[in-house]
Protein backbone atom coordinates (compact mmCIF):
# COMPACT_ATOMS: atom_id res chain seq x y z
CA UNK A 1 0.00 0.00 0.00
CA UNK A 2 1.55 3.26 -1.24
CA UNK A 3 2.29 5.69 1.92
CA UNK A 4 0.53 8.88 2.15
CA UNK A 5 2.84 12.14 1.96
CA UNK A 6 3.07 14.55 4.27
CA UNK A 7 1.95 18.03 3.01
CA UNK A 8 4.51 19.70 0.07
CA UNK A 9 5.43 22.78 2.76
CA UNK A 10 6.35 20.33 5.17
CA UNK A 11 8.23 18.19 3.39
CA UNK A 12 10.25 20.92 2.08
CA UNK A 13 10.21 22.39 5.32
CA UNK A 14 11.77 19.71 7.04
CA UNK A 15 13.97 18.84 4.76
CA UNK A 16 15.13 22.79 5.15
CA UNK A 17 15.61 22.04 8.88
CA UNK A 18 17.67 19.10 8.31
CA UNK A 19 20.37 20.39 5.62
CA UNK A 20 20.62 23.86 8.22
CA UNK A 21 21.06 21.61 10.94
CA UNK A 22 23.82 19.54 8.97
CA UNK A 23 25.88 22.72 7.17
CA UNK A 24 27.72 24.03 10.38
CA UNK A 25 29.24 20.36 11.30
CA UNK A 26 30.72 17.60 9.81
CA UNK A 27 28.07 15.07 9.77
CA UNK A 28 26.64 16.54 6.38
CA UNK A 29 30.13 14.64 4.88
CA UNK A 30 28.30 11.34 6.44
CA UNK A 31 26.59 9.03 3.48
CA UNK A 32 23.63 8.48 6.18
CA UNK A 33 23.02 12.03 6.56
CA UNK A 34 22.21 12.36 3.09
CA UNK A 35 20.03 9.34 2.94
CA UNK A 36 17.90 10.45 6.51
CA UNK A 37 17.29 13.50 3.76
CA UNK A 38 16.37 11.34 0.89
CA UNK A 39 13.93 9.24 2.80
CA UNK A 40 11.92 12.35 4.75
CA UNK A 41 11.85 14.04 0.68
CA UNK A 42 10.05 11.14 -0.58
CA UNK A 43 7.82 10.03 2.52
CA UNK A 44 9.24 7.15 4.03
CA UNK A 45 9.22 8.34 7.65
CA UNK A 46 9.87 4.78 9.22
CA UNK A 47 12.87 4.07 7.41
CA UNK A 48 14.04 7.79 8.20
CA UNK A 49 13.55 7.36 11.65
CA UNK A 50 14.95 4.06 11.70
CA UNK A 51 18.16 5.64 9.60
CA UNK A 52 18.67 8.63 11.84
CA UNK A 53 18.58 6.49 15.06
CA UNK A 54 21.46 3.94 13.71
CA UNK A 55 23.43 7.52 12.82
CA UNK A 56 23.05 8.83 16.17
CA UNK A 57 24.08 5.83 17.97
CA UNK A 58 26.78 5.92 15.45
CA UNK A 59 27.81 9.69 16.73
CA UNK A 60 26.52 10.05 20.07
CA UNK A 61 28.18 13.19 20.74
CA UNK A 62 27.12 14.83 17.48
CA UNK A 63 24.16 17.45 18.52
CA UNK A 64 23.24 17.17 14.81
CA UNK A 65 22.79 13.23 14.89
CA UNK A 66 20.04 14.35 17.54
CA UNK A 67 18.97 16.97 15.63
CA UNK A 68 18.21 14.58 12.69
CA UNK A 69 16.51 12.24 15.08
CA UNK A 70 14.08 14.51 16.46
CA UNK A 71 13.17 16.12 13.33
CA UNK A 72 12.64 12.55 11.35
CA UNK A 73 10.30 11.42 14.49
CA UNK A 74 8.69 14.81 13.96
CA UNK A 75 7.96 13.93 10.70
CA UNK A 76 6.98 10.09 11.11
CA UNK A 77 4.60 11.34 14.22
CA UNK A 78 2.86 13.68 11.71
CA UNK A 79 2.40 11.24 9.20
CA UNK A 80 0.85 8.60 11.38
CA UNK A 81 -1.31 11.40 12.96
CA UNK A 82 -2.79 12.55 9.19
CA UNK A 83 -3.49 8.62 8.63
CA UNK A 84 -5.75 8.28 11.66
CA UNK A 85 -7.22 11.33 11.25
CA UNK A 86 -8.26 10.64 8.02
CA UNK A 87 -9.37 7.59 9.35
CA UNK A 88 -11.72 9.26 11.85
CA UNK A 89 -9.58 8.21 14.57
CA UNK A 90 -8.92 11.58 15.70
CA UNK A 91 -8.08 10.84 19.17
CA UNK A 92 -4.94 8.55 17.98
CA UNK A 93 -4.20 11.39 15.65
CA UNK A 94 -4.15 14.06 18.43
CA UNK A 95 -1.93 11.97 20.29
CA UNK A 96 0.62 11.79 17.74
CA UNK A 97 0.31 15.29 17.07
CA UNK A 98 1.19 16.39 20.96
CA UNK A 99 4.17 14.04 20.51
CA UNK A 100 4.94 15.64 17.79
CA UNK A 101 4.42 19.03 19.39
CA UNK A 102 6.86 18.47 22.30
CA UNK A 103 9.33 17.45 19.90
CA UNK A 104 8.98 20.65 17.59
CA UNK A 105 7.16 23.37 19.83
CA UNK A 106 8.29 25.88 17.32
CA UNK A 107 6.72 24.14 14.51
CA UNK A 108 3.77 25.84 12.90
CA UNK A 109 2.85 22.91 10.66
CA UNK A 110 2.59 20.53 13.56
CA UNK A 111 0.73 22.97 16.21
CA UNK A 112 -1.58 23.48 13.19
CA UNK A 113 -2.40 19.99 13.03
CA UNK A 114 -2.71 20.02 16.59
CA UNK A 115 -5.39 22.27 16.66
CA UNK A 116 -7.07 21.56 13.42
CA UNK A 117 -7.63 17.88 15.59
CA UNK A 118 -8.68 19.40 18.30
CA UNK A 119 -11.52 21.49 16.96
CA UNK A 120 -12.96 18.52 15.15
CA UNK A 121 -13.07 16.32 18.47
CA UNK A 122 -14.72 19.24 19.89
CA UNK A 123 -17.14 19.75 17.09
CA UNK A 124 -17.96 15.95 17.10
CA UNK A 125 -18.69 16.21 20.87
CA UNK A 126 -20.71 19.69 20.10
CA UNK A 127 -23.09 17.68 17.67
CA UNK A 128 -23.50 14.85 20.27
CA UNK A 129 -24.91 17.40 22.72
CA UNK A 130 -26.72 19.17 20.44
CA UNK A 131 -28.70 15.26 19.67
CA UNK A 132 -28.61 14.14 23.04
CA UNK A 133 -30.27 17.63 23.92
CA UNK A 134 -32.71 17.04 21.15
CA UNK A 135 -33.83 13.46 22.74
CA UNK A 136 -33.98 15.19 25.82
CA UNK A 137 -30.98 12.88 27.93
CA UNK A 138 -29.80 15.86 29.47
CA UNK A 139 -27.01 14.15 31.34
CA UNK A 140 -25.32 12.50 28.04
CA UNK A 141 -25.90 16.84 26.83
CA UNK A 142 -23.85 18.14 29.66
CA UNK A 143 -21.07 15.58 29.27
CA UNK A 144 -21.35 15.99 25.64
CA UNK A 145 -20.68 19.58 26.05
CA UNK A 146 -17.91 19.31 28.56
CA UNK A 147 -16.28 17.22 26.50
CA UNK A 148 -16.24 19.70 23.60
CA UNK A 149 -14.78 22.64 26.16
CA UNK A 150 -12.33 19.56 27.23
CA UNK A 151 -10.70 20.55 23.68
CA UNK A 152 -11.95 23.71 23.12
CA UNK A 153 -12.08 25.83 26.73
CA UNK A 154 -13.21 28.92 24.66
CA UNK A 155 -15.72 27.12 22.35
CA UNK A 156 -19.06 29.78 23.05
CA UNK A 157 -21.21 26.97 21.82
CA UNK A 158 -20.14 24.68 23.67
CA UNK A 159 -20.15 26.98 26.90
CA UNK A 160 -23.87 28.02 26.13
CA UNK A 161 -25.22 24.45 25.45
CA UNK A 162 -23.69 23.33 28.48
CA UNK A 163 -25.47 26.65 30.10
CA UNK A 164 -28.92 25.93 28.27
CA UNK A 165 -28.65 22.02 29.67
CA UNK A 166 -27.94 22.92 33.36
CA UNK A 167 -30.84 25.71 32.95
CA UNK A 168 -33.55 23.68 31.96
CA UNK A 169 -32.31 20.62 34.59
CA UNK A 170 -32.86 23.13 37.49
CA UNK A 171 -36.36 23.93 35.92
CA UNK A 172 -37.24 20.77 35.55
CA UNK A 173 -36.38 20.30 39.44
CA UNK A 174 -38.58 22.94 40.44
CA UNK A 175 -41.30 21.20 38.16
CA UNK A 176 -40.93 18.03 39.95
CA UNK A 177 -40.73 19.82 43.50
CA UNK A 178 -44.37 21.38 42.38
CA UNK A 179 -45.98 18.35 40.91
CA UNK A 180 -44.76 16.25 43.99
CA UNK A 181 -46.56 18.44 46.02
CA UNK A 182 -49.63 18.20 43.86
CA UNK A 183 -49.97 14.56 43.62
CA UNK A 184 -49.69 14.30 47.38
CA UNK A 185 -52.65 16.65 48.19
CA UNK A 186 -54.74 14.94 45.24
CA UNK A 187 -53.86 11.63 47.17
CA UNK A 188 -54.82 12.97 50.12
CA UNK A 189 -58.16 14.00 49.04
CA UNK A 190 -58.78 10.96 47.20
CA UNK A 191 -58.43 12.30 43.53
CA UNK A 192 -55.91 8.72 42.78
CA UNK A 193 -55.85 9.76 38.63
CA UNK A 194 -54.94 13.18 39.36
CA UNK A 195 -52.34 12.24 42.12
CA UNK A 196 -50.73 9.41 39.63
CA UNK A 197 -50.70 12.17 36.49
CA UNK A 198 -48.68 14.17 39.55
CA UNK A 199 -46.80 11.50 40.10
CA UNK A 200 -45.34 10.56 36.99
CA UNK A 201 -44.72 13.75 36.13
CA UNK A 202 -42.19 14.57 39.34
CA UNK A 203 -40.99 10.93 37.85
CA UNK A 204 -40.36 12.65 34.95
CA UNK A 205 -38.74 15.63 35.81
CA UNK A 206 -36.70 14.09 38.85
CA UNK A 207 -36.19 10.58 38.11
CA UNK A 208 -34.53 10.19 41.82
CA UNK A 209 -37.17 11.14 43.32
CA UNK A 210 -37.92 7.62 45.49
CA UNK A 211 -40.44 9.24 47.37
CA UNK A 212 -42.40 9.84 44.14
CA UNK A 213 -41.75 6.70 42.90
CA UNK A 214 -43.49 4.62 46.30
CA UNK A 215 -46.38 7.68 45.73
CA UNK A 216 -46.94 6.85 42.61
CA UNK A 217 -47.02 2.99 43.03
CA UNK A 218 -49.66 3.83 46.00
CA UNK A 219 -51.58 5.37 43.97
CA UNK A 220 -51.71 2.52 41.11
CA UNK A 221 -52.69 0.06 44.02
CA UNK A 222 -55.81 1.83 44.94
CA UNK A 223 -56.47 2.22 41.38
CA UNK A 224 -56.08 -1.71 40.90
CA UNK A 225 -58.80 -2.13 43.49
CA UNK A 226 -61.32 -0.08 41.92
CA UNK A 227 -60.76 -1.76 38.34
CA UNK A 228 -61.26 -4.92 40.78
CA UNK A 229 -63.91 -3.75 41.89
CA UNK A 230 -65.93 -2.92 38.75
CA UNK A 231 -64.44 -6.35 37.45
CA UNK A 232 -66.38 -8.33 39.55
CA UNK A 233 -69.63 -6.70 39.05
CA UNK A 234 -69.27 -7.39 35.37
CA UNK A 235 -68.22 -10.58 36.41
CA UNK A 236 -71.09 -11.54 38.33
CA UNK A 237 -72.97 -9.64 35.23
CA UNK A 238 -71.63 -12.36 32.87
CA UNK A 239 -70.18 -9.74 30.92
CA UNK A 240 -66.45 -11.46 30.42
CA UNK A 241 -65.23 -9.77 27.77
CA UNK A 242 -65.53 -6.31 30.02
CA UNK A 243 -64.21 -7.75 33.05
CA UNK A 244 -61.49 -9.13 31.29
CA UNK A 245 -60.81 -5.54 29.95
CA UNK A 246 -60.93 -4.49 33.88
CA UNK A 247 -58.56 -7.41 35.41
CA UNK A 248 -55.84 -6.68 32.77
CA UNK A 249 -55.94 -2.93 33.53
CA UNK A 250 -55.62 -3.62 37.40
CA UNK A 251 -52.97 -6.34 36.36
CA UNK A 252 -51.09 -3.65 34.50
CA UNK A 253 -51.65 -1.28 37.66
CA UNK A 254 -50.81 -3.58 40.38
CA UNK A 255 -48.27 -6.44 38.40
CA UNK A 256 -47.99 -8.32 41.94
CA UNK A 257 -52.03 -8.46 42.51
CA UNK A 258 -53.25 -12.34 42.52
CA UNK A 259 -56.57 -11.48 42.31
CA UNK A 260 -55.89 -9.55 38.82
CA UNK A 261 -54.27 -11.99 36.99
CA UNK A 262 -56.28 -15.08 38.23
CA UNK A 263 -59.25 -12.96 37.09
CA UNK A 264 -57.98 -12.16 33.43
CA UNK A 265 -57.14 -15.75 33.07
CA UNK A 266 -60.82 -16.95 34.44
CA UNK A 267 -62.69 -14.58 32.41
CA UNK A 268 -60.78 -14.61 29.40
CA UNK A 269 -61.67 -18.51 29.11
CA UNK A 270 -65.63 -17.40 29.97
CA UNK A 271 -65.13 -14.69 27.02
CA UNK A 272 -63.77 -16.99 24.24
CA UNK A 273 -66.66 -19.92 25.67
CA UNK A 274 -69.02 -17.18 25.32
CA UNK A 275 -67.77 -16.64 21.72
CA UNK A 276 -68.06 -19.93 20.81
CA UNK A 277 -71.44 -20.14 21.98
CA UNK A 278 -72.07 -17.16 19.37
CA UNK A 279 -70.20 -18.70 16.48
CA UNK A 280 -72.38 -22.33 17.16
CA UNK A 281 -75.47 -19.94 17.23
CA UNK A 282 -74.79 -18.58 13.90
CA UNK A 283 -73.91 -22.56 12.32
CA UNK A 284 -76.89 -23.59 13.42
CA UNK A 285 -78.60 -21.32 12.23
CA UNK A 286 -77.45 -22.06 8.57
CA UNK A 287 -78.43 -25.71 9.33
CA UNK A 288 -75.15 -27.03 9.83
CA UNK A 289 -75.98 -28.24 13.33
CA UNK A 290 -73.23 -30.95 13.30
CA UNK A 291 -69.93 -27.82 13.47
CA UNK A 292 -72.19 -26.01 16.00
CA UNK A 293 -72.68 -29.18 18.30
CA UNK A 294 -68.49 -29.11 18.04
CA UNK A 295 -68.60 -25.70 19.32
CA UNK A 296 -70.39 -25.67 22.35
CA UNK A 297 -68.91 -29.01 23.13
CA UNK A 298 -65.31 -26.81 23.46
CA UNK A 299 -67.28 -23.97 25.30
CA UNK A 300 -68.68 -26.13 27.74
CA UNK A 301 -65.54 -27.36 28.46
CA UNK A 302 -63.68 -24.32 28.10
CA UNK A 303 -66.47 -22.82 30.48
CA UNK A 304 -67.14 -23.11 34.32
CA UNK A 305 -69.94 -20.09 34.86
CA UNK A 306 -72.04 -20.49 31.79
CA UNK A 307 -73.16 -24.49 32.17
CA UNK A 308 -76.54 -23.45 31.77
CA UNK A 309 -76.27 -20.89 28.80
CA UNK A 310 -74.81 -24.27 27.19
CA UNK A 311 -77.34 -26.27 28.19
CA UNK A 312 -79.51 -24.05 26.88
CA UNK A 313 -78.42 -23.98 24.08
CA UNK A 314 -77.79 -27.67 23.34
CA UNK A 315 -81.75 -27.97 23.54
CA UNK A 316 -82.75 -25.23 21.51
CA UNK A 317 -80.48 -26.41 19.08
CA UNK A 318 -81.41 -30.09 19.07
CA UNK A 319 -85.14 -28.32 18.25
CA UNK A 320 -84.21 -26.53 15.64
CA UNK A 321 -82.37 -29.72 14.65
CA UNK A 322 -85.69 -31.60 15.03
CA UNK A 323 -87.35 -29.35 13.68
CA UNK A 324 -85.51 -28.94 10.13
CA UNK A 325 -86.24 -33.07 9.92
CA UNK A 326 -89.71 -33.03 10.85
CA UNK A 327 -89.83 -30.82 7.73
CA UNK A 328 -87.79 -32.73 5.63
CA UNK A 329 -89.86 -35.69 6.31
CA UNK A 330 -93.08 -33.80 5.65
CA UNK A 331 -91.61 -33.18 2.36
CA UNK A 332 -90.72 -36.71 1.80
CA UNK A 333 -94.60 -37.45 3.18
CA UNK A 334 -96.36 -35.29 0.32
CA UNK A 335 -93.79 -36.58 -2.26
CA UNK A 336 -95.41 -39.99 -1.70
CA UNK A 337 -91.61 -41.10 -0.98
CA UNK A 338 -93.23 -43.19 2.23
CA UNK A 339 -90.73 -45.65 2.71
CA UNK A 340 -88.31 -42.63 3.37
CA UNK A 341 -90.53 -40.69 5.15
CA UNK A 342 -91.22 -43.62 7.68
CA UNK A 343 -87.07 -43.59 7.77
CA UNK A 344 -87.08 -40.12 8.53
CA UNK A 345 -89.90 -39.58 11.16
CA UNK A 346 -88.58 -43.13 13.17
CA UNK A 347 -84.86 -41.44 13.02
CA UNK A 348 -86.79 -38.27 15.15
CA UNK A 349 -88.82 -40.94 17.41
CA UNK A 350 -85.07 -42.47 18.36
CA UNK A 351 -84.15 -39.19 19.65
CA UNK A 352 -87.24 -38.04 21.47
CA UNK A 353 -90.61 -39.56 22.03
CA UNK A 354 -92.71 -37.24 20.94
CA UNK A 355 -91.92 -34.43 18.54
CA UNK A 356 -95.12 -32.36 16.93
CA UNK A 357 -97.32 -35.19 15.16
CA UNK A 358 -94.30 -37.45 13.51
CA UNK A 359 -95.55 -40.41 15.92
CA UNK A 360 -99.55 -40.34 14.26
CA UNK A 361 -97.52 -39.59 10.74
CA UNK A 362 -94.98 -42.51 11.11
CA UNK A 363 -97.82 -44.85 12.12
CA UNK A 364 -100.35 -43.53 9.61
CA UNK A 365 -97.51 -43.98 6.74
CA UNK A 366 -96.66 -47.44 8.05
CA UNK A 367 -100.53 -48.02 7.13
CA UNK A 368 -100.18 -47.28 4.19
CA UNK A 369 -97.37 -49.54 3.06
CA UNK A 370 -98.86 -52.26 4.95
CA UNK A 371 -102.00 -51.54 3.56
CA UNK A 372 -100.43 -50.96 -0.27
CA UNK A 373 -98.56 -54.32 -0.30
CA UNK A 374 -101.64 -56.27 1.18
CA UNK A 375 -103.69 -55.18 -2.01
CA UNK A 376 -100.63 -55.70 -4.16
CA UNK A 377 -100.74 -58.86 -3.25
CA UNK A 378 -103.98 -60.09 -3.62
CA UNK A 379 -103.79 -58.52 -7.44
CA UNK A 380 -101.26 -60.49 -8.26
CA UNK A 381 -103.35 -63.60 -6.86
CA UNK A 382 -106.20 -62.60 -8.83
CA UNK A 383 -106.83 -64.17 -12.06
CA UNK A 384 -110.10 -62.39 -12.56
CA UNK A 385 -108.82 -58.98 -14.94
CA UNK A 386 -111.61 -57.00 -13.06
CA UNK A 387 -110.81 -58.32 -9.72
CA UNK A 388 -107.60 -57.55 -10.36
CA UNK A 389 -107.88 -53.63 -11.30
CA UNK A 390 -110.37 -53.46 -8.18
CA UNK A 391 -107.21 -54.03 -6.03
CA UNK A 392 -104.82 -52.16 -7.87
CA UNK A 393 -107.25 -49.00 -7.86
CA UNK A 394 -107.55 -49.50 -4.40
CA UNK A 395 -103.69 -48.41 -4.13
CA UNK A 396 -104.03 -46.01 -6.84
CA UNK A 397 -106.24 -44.02 -4.44
CA UNK A 398 -103.86 -43.48 -1.54
CA UNK A 399 -100.44 -44.12 -3.33
CA UNK A 400 -100.19 -43.89 -7.14
CA UNK A 401 -96.86 -44.37 -7.52
CA UNK A 402 -96.67 -47.75 -5.32
CA UNK A 403 -94.13 -50.05 -7.40
CA UNK A 404 -96.09 -50.16 -11.05
CA UNK A 405 -99.57 -50.25 -10.05
CA UNK A 406 -100.55 -47.54 -13.19
CA UNK A 407 -98.56 -49.44 -15.40
CA UNK A 408 -100.64 -52.90 -14.57
CA UNK A 409 -104.17 -50.55 -14.44
CA UNK A 410 -102.90 -49.40 -18.38
CA UNK A 411 -102.20 -53.24 -19.33
CA UNK A 412 -105.57 -54.63 -17.67
CA UNK A 413 -107.64 -52.01 -19.33
CA UNK A 414 -106.62 -52.91 -22.50
Same mark, same amino acid.
Given at each position: MS??????ALTLALVALLGAGCASTQAREHADADAIQAAVRHGRYVEAVQLADEHRKRFPDDPQAQELHRLASVALLLERGRRATFASDDLSALEDFRT????????HIVTGWVDKTRAKLASSWLDKGLAAFAEDDLDAAAEAYLNARHYLPDS??????????????? +?????? *?????????????YWLERARHNFSATAKYQPDNERANERGVEVDVQ?? *??????????EAEGRFFAAMTEYRLASLLDPNSAEAQAGMARTGEEAQARELLKQAEMYAFRKEFGE???????????????? *????????????ARLRDQYEHALSLEHDQRFEDAITAYAAILDEVD????????????????????????????????????? +????????????? *???????????
Open positions: QLRTPLAQELAPESQEAIQGYEDVMLLRN +HRTALG *DAYYEQGVRSLAELA *DQRLVVARTLAAALLDRGAAMSSEQA *DDFAAARVEFQQYFEDARTRLSTLEGYVEMAASYYARAEAETDSAKKIE +HLRAIEGFWPEYK *DVRTKIAALMQ
